[in-house]
């Protein structure tokens, strides 16, 4: 099994070091383990979001953790598990400046891109739920896809992170959204970005991966490459709901994933996993 999507104590809303991520990787059979810690905000998003300090490590810290993951690697290479030195971006209009900036200042094995923020409202984080009461589910949805399809098409990310996050907490279209899924999958092929099958959608009141059935059906006909991410911010939830991951990728028709190093892209079939 892979999990090319944890986090740790850095991001602030999360806790244990790498090695303990590593350790808990090793225990579960996981023979590469990405870690993608939140790049810092960018000043100029942080200064409109109310509590921004919880959502990503200090710039400061980010040499630290580029080191601290080069270490948990020398462990890693004695227990059998490949570790992979990632980082997850924040792709809203505001922050892509900041990013490359930081992107060309450092190397990494892999970026997310991820939407966490419509305009400054951080819309899932629990604390922050009543911000839905302001949008109908169909104008959210809207908003967020649209938000997606213009941070995968902004050149930044290899793989786009938990793509349908908008239903973490169990808010719907009215009706069905296959044709929204049909052209995000569209577009996400022409951008050339993977999409991660992120299972901590099974931890949360939406109860179901991101993306869903139909959407992940939609990106596997539109030819869209994959790869599979827990999203732990515990070492406990390493490799959590790699099995369900599994049988979501054989029912959409997936014979493969895809794992970055170096930003390079390569292939390993789902029957070596």
Not at 52 to 69: D, G, N, V, W
Not at 101 to 120: C, K, N, P, R, T
Not at 198 to 217: D, M, V
Request: proline share 6%; aromatic share 8%.
């Amino acid at each position: 099994m892979i999990d090319c999507h944890v986090h740790t104590w850095r991001c602030r809303h999360a806790t244990g070091t790498p090695v303990e991520y590593v350790r808990a990787a090793a225990e579960r059979g996981i023979s590469v383990l990405t870690f993608t810690e939140h790049l810092p905000l960018a000043p100029d998003l942080a200064d409109r979001v109310p509590g921004a300090a919880r959502y990503a490590m200090p710039e400061s810290e980010l040499p630290l953790y580029i080191a601290e993951i080069a270490e948990a690697a020398t462990l890693g290479s004695s227990l059998g598990v490949e570790v992979l030195c990632g980082i997850e971006v924040d792709a809203v209009p505001i922050a892509r400046p900041y990013a490359r900036e930081m992107l060309a200042q450092h190397s990494f094995d892999v970026v997310l891109g991820s939407v966490h923020f419509i305009d400054d409202w951080a819309f899932d984080d629990p604390s922050l739920r009543d911000g839905y009461d302001v949008w109908s589910p169909d104008a959210l949805w809207e908003r967020y896809f649209g938000d997606v399809l213009d941070a995968a098409r902004a050149g930044l990310a290899d793989v786009m992170a938990h793509v349908d996050l908008v239903k973490k907490f169990g808010v719907w279209p009215s009706g069905p959204a296959d044709g929204m899924y049909r052209e995000t999958a569209s577009a996400l092929a022409e951008a050339g970005v993977a999409v991660e099958v992120n299972t901590a959608g099974l931890r949360k009141p939406c109860q179901e991966i991101y993306p869903g059935a139909a959407l992940l059906r939609a990106l596997r006909e539109a030819g869209v490459p994959v790869t599979i991410g827990s999203d732990a911010h515990t070492p406990d939830e390493v490799g959590a709901g790699g099995a369900e991951a599994l049988a979501a990728l054989g029912d959409a028709g997936f014979r493969s994933v895809v794992v970055f190093s170096g930003r390079e892209m390569r292939e390993v079939r789902l029957d070596e996993l």
